[in-house]
């Protein structure tokens, strides 16, 4: 069974950055689509940025939210998925997670999540 854990998060000032990191458990990591998740207090959880499979092409896509601001990347030799995030802002405050998006769901348990917390 694949595990996420998720680290780097914490308390910035809007402006601020923060790199998160998303280690997977197991060999299969390089094989699928990953992508980076947030959910705010009372809101569903929503996708903000993925990446494909070297064998996909490497093709990296932001939500429109956080496009040029974070930047997702992948390191396949130690399983491992990171996002950069710059120019933080309030709105931006949320639990980030990791997983493999496939079909509009998520091919993975959720791992437990990394906060993320924007304030001045």
């Known amino acids: 069974q694949v595990q996420l854990v998720e680290s780097g998060g914490g308390l910035v000032q809007p402006g601020g950055s923060l790199r998160l990191s998303c280690a997977v458990s197991?060999?299969?990591?390089?094989?699928?689509?990953m992508g980076w998740y947030r959910q705010a207090p009372g809101k569903q959880r929503e996708l903000v940025a993925h990446?494909?499979?070297?064998?996909?092409?490497?093709?990296?896509q932001y939500a429109d939210s956080v496009k040029g601001r974070f930047t997702i990347s992948r390191d396949n030799a130690k399983n491992t998925l990171f996002l950069q995030m710059n120019d933080l802002k309030p709105e931006d405050t949320a639990v980030y997670y990791c997983?493999?998006?496939?079909?509009?769901?998520?091919?993975?348990?959720w791992g437990q999540g990394t906060q993320v917390t924007v304030s001045s």
């Open positions: 197991g060999s299969i990591f390089r094989f699928y689509t």
């Open positions: 997983n493999s998006p496939i079909g509009g769901s998520r091919r993975w348990a």
């Open positions: 990446a494909s499979s070297a064998s996909s092409g490497s093709v990296t």
